[in-house]
C-alpha cells in the first residue's frame, strides 16, 4: 500500500498542522490505560502516562480484566493494556518480529499485530486488540481499493475548504498499487494557489495535477466541517450525500464507485499515507 | 576482537604535525589544494577557528541529493540572501551506494555530484559541514544505512528478550544496527574508502571550503533504544561489556563478585541486567556498571567512526556529533569532546511551541558543558508528523532567540531548504523563499552580524553540576523498552526505597525547588554535570551540585581542582559516604565531610555576608569554599550572600534576564515566555541607556526603566 521510498514534498506547513490536528483527534482524543499486576496483584495503573490509584485489585486474567476495565470506562478509552513484566517481555519480543527486507510497511504492521494478539493469556491481554483501521475508512477496504481498482500509475487529490478558503490539500500518487509521493497544492505555486471550492476548482485541480502526476483516479473537494466529521475516529461508510447529510462537496472518481466508496477511499487514504497513527 | 587503542587526537599528533601531514595525504587526493596553504581548524569558545579569525556556525542544512543539479545555485542564492555563512548536508552511505563496493558521487545520478556541490559551496563563499553517518536520519527510510547492512542479521541489535530492535519509519521498518558489531565497521570501512578521496581535497586547509565533519548521529539514541534494557545485547557488545568489567575491576573478579554479591568465575560469565530488580542500595551496582557500559559504547563508536576517518586522511578539521535533546546524553559531553575523537558534540532538537523551559535548559546545557555551545539539527522547518504545528514568523524568532539569549552561539538550521518529508524551511525545494518565515531567519541572522553576537559571552557565574552518577539511578530504574504499543515507560517504574538517607526522588526534588528558587529570584546559570574537568568549572565562581548518599570516585578529582583555584561549591541535598560500588569510602566521605555545615545562612544580605564569609574552606589546602546545604532555600540564601552577580534585576518575575558582555559593551536579553503581554521595572546601578536591537523602544534610566514585552517575545537592547 505504502511505497518503501515513500516521497512527501511540499506541504505547506500551516496547511498541514490543520490536517494533523484534525488527524489527531484519531489517536488523541481517548486516553490509554495501562495496568501493571504482578501474580495477579495489582501494582500500578496509568491513564495516558498520569499514575492513578488501581481500578482492579486482583488480575486472575488479564483478557477479563482489560475488557472490564475499557467497559468501566464506558468507552472513553481508546485502549486498556493489562500486563506483568514478563508479558511485558513477551509484547515487547512479538513487536520486533524481524522484517522482510522489501517487505510493505503495512504487511509489517498486520504481522506484528497478529502475533502481539496471540501473545495474550492470563497475564497479558490488550482490549480492544490493535488493529490497522484508522481515518474514516477500514485498512482492508482502503488495501483492496489501491490493489483491484489503482494497479496503474494514477493519482488522487483531497482538498478541504473553510469557506472559500484552502484548509488543507494533499495529492498522492499511485504506482503498482503502492503510493509512491504525497504533495501539497504548494507544489504547483500559483497554479492552485487560489483554487475555489467548486466543480470549476475541482476541474482545475485534475487538469494541473493530472499534467504531472498523471490521470487522476479520484478527486474529492470537501467543507471543513464535512471533513471533521469524516475523520472523526469512526469508520464511514460512504461520501459524501449518505455519511454527509446534506453537506456541500465536489466529486470525480473514474472507477467503479459504488455509493462513493471510491470518493471515500480517496478521502481516507491520507489518514495511512503520509500519516501513521499507533 | 581487535581494539584499538590510539584515538584521532592521538593518531592527529602521531602525523608528526600537521602540515607534514597534510601534504602526506592530500597526495593522495585528487583536486588537492596546496598542502599548507591554510591552517588546520579548529574549535574555539565563539565559532571555528580558520586562519585565525573566527568564523561563527550560522549554518542552514541543504541536502544536495535530494535536488536536481541545475536548482543548486538558487538555492545557494537563497540562502546567501538568508544571511547564512555554512552549509550542512548529509552525504548518506545509503544514497550514495549503488550496491555492495560500488558507489555513485555523480557519475549516473547528476545530483549526487558531492564534488561539484562542494566547489559550488565555494565560489559562493560558503562553508561546509559534511555529515558522513552511517546513520543520519533525515527522515530516510533507512536513516541514510544501506538496507542490505540494517538486513544483516549479524550486523542487527539484539534486544534484551533476544530479537532484533525495529525501528518504524515514514516507509517501513528496519532492524537497528549494532554499533559493537564488527562486520558494521568492516562494511562502513568499505564506504570511508570510497568516499574519503572524493572529499579529502575539499576540506579547508587544502584549499577546500568543508570546515567540519560530523559523524553519525544522535549514537545510541535511535527512538525507542534509548531505554536501559532495550538494546544491545548483541553477542559483541557483551564482549565489550565483559572487557568494560574487567578493566573497571582491574581485572579482579574476586572485586566484582563481593561488589555484585554473585559467584562468577570470569568476567566473561557475568550476566548483564535485563530489567531492574533492585530493592536495596548494595543491589546497585550491577546496572550501574550495565548504564556505564551503554554510555561507554557510545563514545567508543563515535571514537572508532573518528579514527577511521583520520586513518583515511580526514584530518585538520573538527569532527562533530549530534545528540537529543533530553537531558540525559547530555551530560557525556565533557566525556565525548574529551576522549571520544569528538571536538564539539551540539545538541539537536526541533523546538516545540511551549518549550521555553526545555529550550532553556538546553541551550543553557550547552553553554555549561561544550566547547562551543552548539545547536545541532535546530529549528528551520519541522519532520512530518501529526504533532506539527505550522511554525509562525513571531512563534520562530522567539524560538531561536530563546536559545541564544540562554547560551548558544552556532546554529545549524535544519532544513534551511525544505525537502522530502519535511516542511516549513525558509527556502522551498524548487528556490522559492516562505517569506514570513525567510523574514524572520533574515531578522536574527542580521542582528547576529550586526552586533558581532560571536564575541559576546553570556554572563553566567553559577554552575548547576547535574551528578552523572545519580542520573544513572534514575535512569537504571526505568523498565520500559517499547513504546510502539503507547505503553509509557513509567508504567513498570516504581519508587524504590533503596536505605539511602537522601533518596533519589529527595534529590530531584531538591534540584528542582533550587533551580525554581533561583529562577525565582532571577539568577542566571549554566548547567553542567560531574563529568565537566576543573578547566571549564573554573570559569564559574560559584558551582551548585546535586548530591546524594554515593559519589563516582574518578569524578572527585575535578571538584578538588576547582576549589584549589578558589571556587565555591554548594552541594545538596546529601552528604555522600559512597562511592560507586556502594562502599563506604574514606576519600568520599573526606572530601564531602571537608565541607562547611552552613544549615543555616541568615536571611538579610547583609548579615549573611559575615556568615559567609566564616564557612569553613574545603578540604584542609583548598582556598576554595565547599559547602553543604540541605535546604533549597538555603541555598538562595547563600548564593545571595556571596553576591552572585546581578547586573540586571526585574520586578516582574514572568520576565527572564540574561546578560552578555564583550568588553565594554553588553547586552541584555529579555524573554517573555507567557502569552500576556508583560511589563516590568528593570533595575540596575547608576544611569544608563538602553538601545533597541531586538525588540521595540529605547530608554534611558537612572536606577530604573520600564519596559514592556509581548507574548512570546524575547527583546534585546544594548546597554551603555
Redo the contacts between chains.
Sequence with gaps: MISRELRVIDLDPVQWARFASVCARLSGVSPQLVLWHEESLSRRQLLDGRSEPVSIFRVDDARLSARELYDRYHGKLRRVVVSDLDGYDRLYAAQNLKPEPNEEKYHYLARMYQAVCAEFDRNVAIYPEPCLDRGPAAYLRMRSFLQELLPGPCCLILAVFDGQDLFCSLVARVSGSEVDLVAGFDHWGDALAGVSFSGTGLETAMQVVGRDYGEVAGAVFLSRRDFELLYDGELHDSLPGSAVPGSTAYGFSNRPDPAGQALLCTTGLFAYAPVVIP | MKEHRINRKEFIRHLAGAAAACSQVGALSAGCGRAGERRPVAVCGSGFMLDGKVHPLYSGSFHYWRHESPLWPKLFFQLSRLGLNTVCTSVPWGVHEVSKGKYDFGRHDKSKRLEAFLDLAGRRAFRVILRLGPQVDGQL?YAGFP??VL?D?EIAAR????????R?T??????LPSYCCEKLYSELAMYFDALVPVIAGHLYHRGGPVIGIQIDNETGCFPRAGSPYGVDYHPQALELYHARLKERYAGEISRLNRVYGANYQSFELVEPPR?FLGETFANLPPYLDWTEFSEWRKTWSLSRISRMLAERGIIGVPVLHGIPRDCRPALAIPDTERAAGIDLEGINGCPGQGDYSLERRASRTAAGMSVYPCRLEFGG??P?????????GEDLEFRIMTALMHGVKGIDFYMAV????W??SPV???G?P?EELFDSYQRILRFLREVRFHEFEKQAEIIFLRNHGLDRLFYLME?G??R?????D???G?AVDFGFHSSGETCRIWMQQVSELMLDVGFDWDYGSTRLDSGRLSHYRTAVLLAGDYFYLEELEALRAYLSGGGILIFGPGRPRLNQWMEIDREVENFFSGAAAAEYVPEDDQAGRPAADSLAPGEASSPGRLIHMQSPIEVIRLLKAFEVSMPFSRSNKSLDLTVYRCDRRCLLFVANSTDKAQKSDIFFPGGRRFRSIMGSGNFDGKGKITLELEPYRVGVWEVS
Design positions: 527510510t538496507a542490505r538486513f542479521p534486544t534484551s528478550v533476544g530479537t532484533m530492535e525495529i518504524h515514514a516507509g517501513g521498518q528496519f532492524p530489567r522547518g519541522e512530518l508528523s501529526i504533532s506539527c504545528c505550522g511554525v509562525a525544505e525537502r522530502d518529508r516542511l516549513g522551498r525545494r524548487d522559492r516562505r523498565q523498552k517499547s510502539s504499543l503507547s505503553i509509557p513509567e508504567v513498570f516504581e
